[in-house]
C-alpha cells in the first residue's frame, strides 16, 4: 500500500546498493534507479548519496521517520481488516532510558503489549539521546528528557523520576567520615550510567563547584550493575528513588544527602499516531502518572 | 615516560587534528607532524589518515591496544613509586556481557577494585562482540565466548553458565498449552537481548527446524528489562540459571523445557599483563570457578 518509489528508496538504502535492492524487489535495476528519481524530482530533493554503499542525503534521511511511519499504518491497516489469526504480532520500535525501562515502564505497557498483539523493540539510550532515535526514524516514541518536540512530533510531560545520592553504609564511613565535603568529594569514587550521563557532573557543579572529570568514577551502562556496584561498597552515585527503596529499607544502602536530583521525563510521538500508538501512549502517560512523582 | 612520537600520535587522533594536538600539547604544529613522521618511519607504516578529522590507518588502529597497555603500565609504575596519598585511583577499563554484568562478576571484582583502589570502565556488550574491544585497545580484558585469544593476547576458560528457557505460567498456559511445539514456537512472543543475540536463534533452529526471524520477539536490551518482560507475561527466552532461580522459586517463571543452552566463557587479556591485572585476572577466575559450572 505504499508508494512504489519510496519502496524503491527505502530498498536501496537497506541493501546499500541499487543493484542489491533491484535484486530483492525482482526489478531491474534502472526500474529501481527510475522510481527514486520520480521521487526525488516530486520532492525537488536529492535524497540518496550514490556513494558504496548508498547513503542518504539530510534530506532523504528526513524522510525515514515518516517511512517507519507508513510501515506502521500499513501494518495496522492489514491487521484491522484481517481476522486475528492471519496475522502476525505487530512490531513497534520504541527508545526508552535504562532507568525508566528498569522501573516503571514495562508495567506500563505490559496491558496494550498483550491486548494488542504487539512485540516491542526497546531501543536503550541515554534519556538525553534517546530523543534523536525519533528524529532518524528509529523508534516510533521516546521516553526523553527533552521538553521541546522535533518537528512533526508532539511531547506530553510524563512526570518526574527523583534520583537520590546513595552508597553503602560501609563506604559512607571509609569516604565521608565528614559527610559530603568538597575534598571527600574529589577522592571518593562515584558510578556513573554512561560516559554522557551528566546528572553526577551537574550535582557536583552545582553544590561543591567541582568541574566534570574532577572526580574518580566507575562507568556501569547497566541499570542492575550500578545497583551492585553500589551496594557492594565500590562507589556512591545517583539511583531513582523507587529503585533505591528497598535497599535502603534493608540497610545496604544510605542516603547520602537530602539534596534529590529530579530528572522530568516526557513522552515524544509523532503528531498523526496510528490507533495503536496512540492506545500506548495513553497508557505510558498513565502509568507514568502513578509511577512517577507530578 | 611515554615516548614522545607516540604521544604525539595519540593526541592527533584523540583531538581529530594536528592543530589541536599542538595546541594540547603546547608544541607548534610542525612538532607534532614530524613526531609522527619519525613514528611511521622506525614502523614502516603509514598510521594516520589525514582526513577531517584525522582517523587511524588498520596499522594505526593496531598500534592502540599497545597504547593502552602502556598508559597503563606507566600509571602502575607511578603509584608503585609514589606514597598513596599521592595519586588517584587506576582506571581500567574492562568488557564485560551484561548478564555476568547483572550476576557474578561485580562479587568477583569487588575486593580487588577496593585494595588497588581502582575505578572500572565497563564497557558492555553482547558477550561475542566484547572480543572486538580488546583488539581495539577500548579494553584491557574482557569476558567473552571465544575461546580463540587474538595475536598477542590469552584466553583463559572462566566456566558455564547455563541459560534456560522460562516464561510466566500464566505466559505458558496461552502458548504453550500443548508444550513447545514447532507451530507454538513460531507464533509466541519471544525476548532476545540484542539484535545481536543468536542463543534464541539457534535453540530454534537445532531442536525445532526454524529459521532465524521466523518467530516474533520482543528487542529488550537490559538484563532487567529481558527478566521484567518475562515475569509480566509478555513473552519466552533463555535467562541465566542463576538469575531465573528465584523467580522460579516464587513461581513468577516456569521453566519451559528439560533444554539448557551452555555458554562458555573466557577471560581474555593481554599476554604481557600488569601487576593489577593479573591480580584482577585471578579474582575473576576463582569467582568464575565458584559462580559457573565446570
Known sequence: MIDHRLIAFEAVLQEGSFERAARRLALTQSAISQRVKLLEAEL??????????????????????YLAQLRLMESEARRALAPR?????????????????????????????????????????????????????????????????????????????????AGSPEFRARWFPHGLTRSALAKAPAIVFGRHDDMHDAFLRRHFGLDAGQYPHHVVPSSEGFMAFAVAGLGYGFIPEVQAREHLARGELVDLTPEREDVVLYWHHWQVQSPVMARLAKAIGEAAGRALTG
Open 44 to 65: 525537488g530533493q536529492v535524497l540518496l548519496v550514490r556513494s558504496k554503499p548508498v547513503r542518504p542525503t539530510p534530506a532523504g534521511r528526513r524522510l525515514l521517520p
Open 85 to 165: 489469526q492471519a496475522h502476525g504480532p505487530l512490531r513497534l520500535a520504541v527508545g526508552v532510558n535504562a532507568d525508566s525501562l528498569a522501573t516503571w515502564f514495562i508495567g506500563a505497557v505490559a496491558e496494550v503489549v498483550k491486548e494488542e498483539d504487539l512485540v516491542l523493540d526497546c531501543v536503550v539510550d541515554d534519556q538525553d539521546h534517546t530523543h534523536a532515535l525519533l528524529a532518524d526514524g528509529e523508534v516510533l516514541g521516546c521516553v526523553s528528557t527533552r521538553p521541546d518536540p522535533i518537528r512533526g512530533c508532539a511531547a506530553e510531560r510524563l512526570g518526574v523520576m527523583p534520583y537520590l545520592c
